[in-house]
T-cell receptor, first 111, second 114 residues
Framework: NAGVTQTPKFRVLKTGQSMTLLCAQD?????MYWYRQDPGMGLRLIHY???????AKGEVPDGYNVSRLKKQNFLLGLESAAPSQTSVYFC??????????FGPGTRLTVL | SQQGEEDPQALSIQEGENATMNCSYK?????LQWYRQNSGRGLVHLIL?????REKHSGRLRVTLDTSKKSSSLLITASRAADTASYFC??????????????FGQGTILTVHP
């Protein structure tokens, strides 16, 4: 039981490049979330999903897209990366209880 | 906003001492959760206290909740160097905060010196 995993762990992009961050959970959770964490800002919600095939916007969705084609996976895409998207990205999942389970994070740098 | 605000922003203590962190919030809540984040790692759920509870214990952790003052505190007793981390509170408003979204403050950075 791996819990929540994220790939890659680190990535460096040039401005304008695209990439996809993968989040996978093996707990059969319905809800999944993508957050970003910046110094002095706490965690901010980017997008979330309440089940397979559904997605919704969070607090800071601009510049990101997501997909939840399979229940266990939640993908976060950056179509044209910008330096303002340099951050640490965390995925989380939960079932019925309010407790969220977090992945280890992806550190992204956009040059 | 249902964001919790942690206080103090930073706390430095010696191993063996107790550490107390506070959280204030602005709206009625369903429950309040505390999470820990070790440097460079994801958040780990520590404890959840419901609005009808006043105190809850888990190992060396003690959480209190005062809904009249809209505040909570997290006490770590007999601290260890391994407790060095950032601690976040997340108040959850009734109705599931739109599908259970959590809103985090900036956290309290706890440093425990050996």
């Amino acid at each position: 039981n791996a819990g929540v995993t994220q790939t890659p762990k680190f990535r460096v992009l040039k401005t304008g490049q695209s990439m996809t961050l993968l989040c996978a959970q093996d707990m059969n959770h319905e809800y999944m979330y993508w957050y970003r964490q910046d110094p002095g800002m706490g965690l901010r919600l980017i997008h979330y999903s309440v089940g397979e095939g559904t997605t919704a916007k969070g607090e800071v969705p601009d510049g990101y897209n997501v997909s939840r084609l399979k229940k266990q996976n939640f993908l976060l895409g950056l179509e044209s990366a910008a330096p303002s998207q340099t951050s640490v990205y965390f995925c989380a999942s939960r079932q019925d209880a309010d407790t969220q389970y977090f992945g280890p994070g992806t550190r992204l740098t956009v040059l | 906003s249902q964001q919790g605000e942690e206080d103090p922003q930073a706390l430095s203590i010696q191993e063996g001492e107790n550490a107390t962190m506070n959280c204030s919030y602005k709206t009625s809540i369903n429950n309040l959760q505390w999470y820990r984040q070790n440097s460079g790692r994801g958040l780990v759920h520590l404890i959840l206290i419901r609005s009808n509870e006043r105190e809850k214990h888990s190992g060396r952790l003690r959480v209190t909740l005062d809904t009249s003052k809209k505040s909570s505190s997290l006490l770590i007793t007999a601290s260890r160097a391994a407790d060095t981390a950032s601690y976040f509170c997340a108040p959850v408003i009734p109705g599931g905060t739109s599908y259970g979204k959590l809103t985090f403050g900036q956290g309290t950075i706890l440093t425990v010196h050996p």
